[in-house]
């Protein structure tokens, strides 16, 4: 009986580590945090933007908007600042828009987006960038830099 | 062996020479490329190369530019080596090689590209020789023949194709439409076409046309497709006065219907294909047309931004009506082929490890039931009525892309 007391209970540890990796690796962690926001280079005229073009901007299929060339900036994919974005501003996850970025890359359709190392080089790329978008997850304040919304009714 | 060594290594000098090139990011001209190497390890018959002992003849390296001269004006070119056991032999080919002028670009995009496209069938046809962007190591035969020799026409058709995009609440519409200019079809092409590796002469494309009506919904979460190609095919045996073969021409029109639902853990994907064959010619024996055909229904689980595991089942005919293959076995008479030659089933379990978004590492195991998708290349003994019907294939995969 002694065994089997021990038995159970080397059972209900591995229960406990199965129920604590589960936690760790599967369920999502609660953001509490704003949604990022878009910001375009000032040479982008408009302030808003409905969703589908914004994908369509992120998943590199629209090469330009008003005329001028698109350059897509974005963090790592690994960044909690590019999963946010990909999840609650786009709504869709981090590997379909990986996946979309390969499909154009190599079948030469489309480019690639600028993976950049940091939120405050995202800011001063698409500063620099006429017809660079990207996003940030703090409030901005930058003079060649505006913050675009989207457009409500999505 | 030689030749083949020679363009795996001028394939490298390209990449490594490449490599450090001062291209700024975001700039007008952008870089990439991948590498990948497979070994393979099975029983009963080969895959790509001698796998019953072990074969490490699945290398897959390219290299592709694009260049934007304006925001509607791009040229994008990519060189392949492509190394699978004794089908393809590793000399670097221009896998496309195009001019893309987008003539409308907002909620509706147009545009044409002129020049050696990658023709779009199914969901992975585009990419099929770029590992990271394959559900596994290995695609679905069925869908993604290699054996068949329309392979020239899947990697890529010289010729014009248009696209359209269409960007609405209601999700997103795209529709690709390619038109191939007659070619003549490469001599591994020729030798799995024509089923021997010894016709002389030369198999033409006299024409091919490509449609593919894509939808996808809430950014990709569902995405449904409809594929329908079709391509004409010549034999002329040259001025032997008694070939192998006779002349013949063969028409293949496939359809092809995919569906894949997409969650953060879990996608499930299908798709399946109706290919009709009409042989006419060839000497006396052929004539009646046939259709193939085949489905894969596959299972893909994320357990977090590294790992995931795939689970796949595989069916496939080469003609609808003679399922089991005795009829098609007994046509080669006196030397029959097995019946396996004439389907294959299979299960592929697999999981795959990205440490980095560059690397990717996979391990699949495939249990398999016939021959008719296994390279003839590989398995002389086909043509003598040999191979196994039942048979286990195990592979291991490292690819780098940037």
Redesign the interface.
């Known amino acids: 009986m002694k065994g089997n007391g021990f038995v159970f209970r080397g059972l209900k540890a591995v229960a406990r580590m199965c129920l604590l990796s589960w936690i760790l690796?599967?369920v999502?962690s609660a953001n509490a945090d704003p949604p990022p926001m878009v910001i375009a280079h000032e040479s982008l005229q408009d302030d808003v933007i409905?969703?589908?073009?914004l994908?369509?901007i992120f998943?590199m299929?629209?090469?330009?908007?008003q005329?001028?060339?698109l350059?897509v900036?974005v963090l790592?994919?690994?960044h909690p600042d590019h999963e946010a974005f990909s999840?609650e501003v786009?709504?869709?996850?981090p590997?379909?828009l990986?996946?979309?970025w390969?499909?154009v890359?190599?079948?030469?359709?489309?480019?690639?987006p600028?993976?950049v190392e940091s939120p405050q080089e995202m800011l001063r790329?698409v500063g620099q960038?006429p017809g660079?978008i990207g996003y940030v997850g703090a409030p901005v304040d930058h003079p060649d830099v505006r913050v675009i919304s989207m457009e409500a009714g999505? | 062996m030689k030749r083949r060594g020679q363009g795996v290594c001028l394939s490298l000098a390209v990449l490594g020479s490449l490599w450090g090139a001062p291209v700024q990011a975001g700039g007008p001209l952008e870089l990439h490329g991948f590498a990948s190497q497979g070994y393979l390890y099975s029983n009963g018959n080969d895959y790509y190369g001698p796998s019953r002992d072990g074969s490490f003849e699945l290398t897959e390296l390219g290299i592709n530019a694009r260049y934007a001269v304006t925001p509607s004006l791009s040229l994008a070119a990519q060189v392949v080596s492509r190394r699978a056991g004794e089908l393809y032999d590793g000399d670097p080919r221009l896998d496309y090689g195009f001019v893309d002028y987008r003539f409308l670009d907002g909620p509706l995009i147009g545009g044409v590209r002129l020049g050696r496209a990658k023709i779009p069938i199914g969901f992975y046809n585009e990419t099929r020789d770029v590992a990271t962007t394959r559900p596994g190591i290995l695609l679905p035969q069925t869908v993604y023949v290699e054996g068949l020799g329309v392979r020239d026409f899947y990697i890529g058709a010289d010729g014009l194709h248009t696209y359209w995009q269409w960007f609405t609440d209601r999700g997103l519409f795209q529709f690709d439409l390619g038109v191939a200019v007659p070619a003549t079809l490469q001599e591994e092409t020729q030798a799995a076409f024509l089923r021997t590796q010894d016709a002389p002469g030369d198999l033409k494309l006299t024409s091919g046309q490509n449609a593919r009506l894509l939808y996808e919904r809430d950014g990709g979460a569902l995405r449904l497709g409809a594929t329908y190609s079709r391509v004409r095919t010549e034999y002329r045996p040259g001025d032997l006065t008694s070939p192998p073969l006779a002349a013949g021409e063969t028409s293949v029109d496939a359809l092809v219907l995919s569906a894949e639902w997409n969650r953060e853990r879990l996608s499930l994907t299908t798709e399946g294909v109706i290919r009709r064959l009409h042989p006419k010619g060839y000497g006396p024996l052929t004539g009646d047309a046939y259709t193939e055909a085949g489905y894969y229904l596959q299972g893909t689980y994320r357990f977090n931004h590294q790992w995931e595991g795939v689970v796949r089942h595989e069916q496939h005919w080469n003609d609808t009506r003679d399922r089991s293959g005795t009829r098609q076995s007994r046509e080669f008479e006196p030397l029959p082929r097995a019946p396996h030659r004439f389907y294959q089933h299979q299960w592929t379990v697999g999981a795959g490890w990205r440490p980095t978004p560059q690397w990717l590492l996979r391990a699949e195991w495939h249990h398999i039931e016939g021959t008719a998708l296994t390279p003839l290349a590989d398995n002389p003994q086909f043509d003598q009525g040999g191979g196994q019907v039942r048979w286990d294939l195990f592979a291991l995969q490292a690819s780098y892309t940037f």
């Open positions: 690796l599967i999502p409905t969703l589908p073009m994908r369509a998943s299929r629209l090469h330009s908007l005329g001028e060339r350059t900036f790592d994919t690994r999840k786009l709504g869709v996850f590997y379909q990986q996946n979309a390969n499909r890359i190599y079948s030469g359709t489309g480019r690639g600028v993976i790329r960038t660079g999505r």
